[in-house]
């Protein structure tokens, strides 16, 4: 599989043993008559998932089976930095993302020429109170504080030309908010609705405890995409605002005094180490994931490592180690 192909569908997989093969039979089927292949990327499942992989393996389809369990975005990170289509598709492992739209989406991605077509989920079947109602809050707030208006920033299956995709600098849990991302680097994107179906095999690994994750993710998306190259325009506006309010509350402080011959020491202190103390918390935070992106991105290096590719050479199966 040297020669480049025009479609890679990257699958991110972590305990999917019962719906691997229906999706890959699906894909296969939906993708009959196109140059394609199908990445798997096992993210450390602990069922069987990696033994059915190698069961359905053919001059189609790649494994990369990872160290350990990194993750979501680490797991769509590493399929799409060793695939070679000239478009790349993110689909998700359960069964619930149709592989039939995907043709829909790569001729909606060539014939207007967008650099990322993202799938929105018109008749979701999911739980209303643990998924819907979680994603919509999340969907609403990341739409009004970023200013990147799609519909559903949840659905992983999307499409992107490969320039795009290998650009994105997946790292932590980024994997939701690769529309912002994307809009970061100029891409030109659009968005389509897309079929969902309920799982029928497994169960999900996501619910309202990852809601309230996308909150600090938020944040340093926000940081990134309004800051990351002029950050004295943030860091400057709280240093000065703590300034101001220290000054402010000193003024009261001596004008108290005047008044009234008594002065709030205490109060004072208490205030000033609660309001640096959250700045100087939230700033640590910026700097730790910044300092993460220049590691990785400086150094060549990848937040996962890579235990093993599978892949079919001829009639045997080849694993090339990784590590």
Same mark, same amino acid.
């Given at each position: ?10 699958i ?8 691997? +093969? ?6 296969? $089927?939906?993708l ?13 499942s ?8 190698? !069961? ?11 160290? =350990?369990?990194?993750?979501?975005t ?11 289509? !000239?478009? *790349? +598709? /993110? ?7 149709d ?7 790569? +001729? ?32 609403k &707030?990341i739409?009004?504080? /970023?200013? *990147? ?24 849990? $980024? ?17 389509m ?16 405890? =990852? /809601?309230?994750? *996308?909150?600090?993710?938020?944040l340093?998306?926000?940081?990134? @995409?309004r ?15 703590? +300034? $101001? ?48 992106r ?12 890579? =235990?093993?590719?599978?892949? @079919? ?9 990784? &590590?």
């Amino acid at each position: 599989m040297t020669a480049a192909r025009l479609i890679s569908v990257v699958i991110p997989l972590f305990n999917e043993q019962d719906n691997i +093969v229906h999706l890959l039979q699906a894909i296969r $089927l939906a993708l009959t008559g196109y140059d394609y292949e199908i990445v798997a990327v096992d993210d450390g499942s602990t069922d069987q998932t990696v033994e059915v992989l190698r !069961k359905q393996i053919d001059d189609r389809l790649r494994i990369v089976v990872l160290m =350990r369990n990194y993750g979501q975005t680490s797991a769509m990170a590493a399929g799409i930095s060793v695939s070679d289509g !000239k478009y *790349v +598709v /993110t689909i998700d492992g359960d069964l619930q993302n149709d592989p039939e739209d995907i043709i829909r989406m790569f +001729v909606r991605a060539s014939q207007g020429d967008w650099d990322v077509v993202a799938g929105y989920r018109a008749n979701r079947l999911d739980d209303w109170l643990f998924r819907k109602l979680p994603s919509r809050i999340a969907n609403k &707030i990341i739409r009004t504080l /970023t200013g *990147v208006h799609l519909r559903d920033y949840g659905c992983t299956l999307k499409i992107f030309k490969r320039e795009i995709a290998q650009n994105l600098g997946l790292y932590g849990e $980024l994997h939701r908010f690769i529309p912002v991302l994307a809009s970061m680097m100029g891409a030109r994107m659009t968005e389509m609705p897309v079929r969902h179906h309920r799982r029928l095999f497994g169960t999900s690994k996501y619910g309202l405890g =990852r /809601t309230s994750k *996308v909150l600090g993710d938020l944040l340093l998306m926000l940081y990134m @995409q309004r800051y990351m190259k002029k950050p004295m325009h943030l860091f400057g506006a709280i240093g000065g605002a703590s +300034v $101001l309010g220290g000054v402010l509350l000193i003024l009261s402080q001596v004008i108290s005094y005047i008044v009234t011959d008594h002065l709030e020491k205490l109060w004072i202190v208490s205030a000033l180490m609660l309001l640096l103390s959250g700045v100087f918390i939230i700033l640590m935070g910026f700097f730790a994931e910044i300092q993460m992106r220049i590691y990785y991105e400086g150094s060549g290096k990848t937040p996962y490592l890579i =235990r093993k590719i599978l892949q @079919q050479k001829g009639s045997a199966v080849s694993e090339d180690l990784s &590590i």
